[in-house]
Antibody
């Protein structure tokens, strides 16, 4: 059974950084992109960026460019998302999700991590 | 960026009802449209991909239609476990974007 298991909740001060991990199992890690999506309390879903788990190439939303770093360690099938210079409005649940494509090339997120709550508080 | 607009933002219905949620894209996205269900405290769950393909294990009372800019998610014969929030998602171009969500509540 495919699983994405994320690291635990974090509490950080404004200006600090947080690094969230996403460990994949029961599939070939390098065969799929991993995306990061966040959800502020009571709000909708916001796409942050994605990493090519094979090459390590990344793309991120313009809003997060310069603050977000996505990496992966293929030896342990784990993706990471680091967000720096944290602000109060970065308080959210952060999800990783696996992107799959069907035979026609339509992409979707078929598996999600359980989410990691990051709280930014002074 | 492609804007995704869902309607309604909330909806009250009864068990057994048929409901339809609409999602409109700010430009054509072909069939690069996915639907997810999210329950409180849980991660989103994929229901429909490529506008109309049912994800494995999802009940057949869920269906999706549309292409271009206008899409619908229909749930036939609502069940108690269907009361949740639903999001559309375009995977046509980066940055990927989501609709704001539709909260389906019990009447």
């Amino acid at each position: 059974q495919v699983q994405l298991v994320q690291s635990g909740a974090e509490v950080k001060k404004p200006g600090a950084s947080v690094k969230v991990s996403c460990k994949a199992s029961e599939y070939t890690f390098t065969g799929y992109y991993i995306h990061w999506v966040r959800q502020a309390p009571g709000q909708g879903l916001e796409w942050m960026g994605r990493i090519n788990s094979n090459s390590g190439g990344t793309k991120s939303a313009q809003k997060f460019q310069g603050r977000v770093t996505m990496t992966r360690d293929t030896s342990i099938s784990t993706a990471y998302m680091e967000l720096s210079r944290l602000r109060f409005d970065d308080t959210a649940v952060y999800y990783c999700a696996r992107e799959s494509g069907d035979s026609s090339g339509y992409y979707h997120f078929d598996y999600w991590g359980q989410g990691t709550l990051v709280t930014v508080s002074s | 960026d492609i804007q995704m607009t869902q309607s309604p933002s909330s909806l009250s219905a009864s068990v057994g009802d048929r409901v339809t949620i609409t999602c409109r894209a700010s430009q054509s996205i072909s069939s690069y449209l996915n639907w997810y269900q999210q329950k409180p405290g849980e991660a989103p769950k994929l229901l429909i991909y490529a506008a109309s393909s049912l994800q494995g294990g999802v009940p057949s009372r869920f269906s999706g239609r549309g292409s271009g800019t206008d899409f619908t998610l229909t749930i036939d014969s609502l069940q108690p476990e269907d009361f949740a929030t639903y999001f559309c998602h375009q995977s046509y171009s980066i940055p990927y974007t989501f609709g704001q969500g539709t909260k389906l509540e019990i009447k």
